[in-house]
T-cell receptor, first 109, second 115 residues
């Protein structure tokens, strides 16, 4: 069945450091890929998405590229801020949406 | 535009009791999902409806969980009897249609504590 594997957290970085959160997937068909974010005390919200191979999703300085050959959708940001501290979920979707286990990011000032 | 509405926001029950959660999706959204999110884990799909039909309920513990979406609009999820391990946030989400949706619209969730 479809599945998503993310790197385990927590990830702790200093402000302005480079961020990578790895995500790989298995899915039948041609899924869309998503990153959702959950800030403390808030609900899940879409951060970015990509709908086909080689597409790059971007939002708020975060980027992720849909790599079909490596079945990956790694999340990156060049310079993290304290306000980016949250839990990040990778997800795959065709008719069924499967989420990874989440990666907690803590950014220190 | 109103978002996905869920109630109650919080619920505390004793084990072996029953509980029900309600969800009203965004108007016109055909697909409705119920997810279970245990603390520290990702959302796990329990059941997916397309209008009032079930698309996927393979991970729904059918001996204790049930869900319905009469008339293809709002939905209820019931647990009877509850177990300690059912303590989680129950999330409802909807999309205009199910296949390759642009994104899921999530409600704020119901936090269930089973004592």
């Amino acid at each position: 069945g479809d599945s998503v594997t993310q790197m385990e957290g927590p990830v702790t970085l200093s402000e302005e450091a480079f961020l990578t959160i790895n995500c790989t997937y298995t899915a039948t068909g041609y899924p869309s890929l998503f990153w959702y974010v959950q800030y403390p005390g808030e609900g899940l919200q879409l951060l970015l998405k990509a709908t086909k191979a080689d597409d790059k999703g971007s939002n708020k300085g975060f980027e992720a590229t849909y790599r079909k050959e490596t079945t990956s959708f790694h999340l990156e940001k060049g310079s993290v801020q304290v306000s980016d501290s949250a839990v990040y979920f990778c997800a795959t979707g065709t008719y069924k949406y499967i989420f990874g286990t989440g990666t907690r990011l803590k950014v220190l000032a | 535009e109103a978002g996905v509405a869920q109630s109650p926001r919080y619920k505390i029950i004793e084990k072996r009791q029953s509980v029900a959660f309600w969800c009203n999706p965004i108007s016109g959204h055909a697909t409705l999902y119920w997810y279970q999110q245990i603390l520290g884990q990702g959302p796990k799909l329990l059941i997916q409806f397309q209008n009032n039909g079930v698309v996927d309920d393979s991970q729904l513990p059918k001996d204790r969980f049930s869900a319905e979406r009469l008339k293809g609009v709002d939905s209820t999820l019931k647990i009877q009897p509850a177990k300690l391990e059912d303590s989680a946030v129950y999330l409802c989400a909807s999309t205009p249609d199910g296949y390759r949706a642009e994104k899921l619209f999530f409600g704020s969730g119901t936090q269930l504590s089973v004592l």
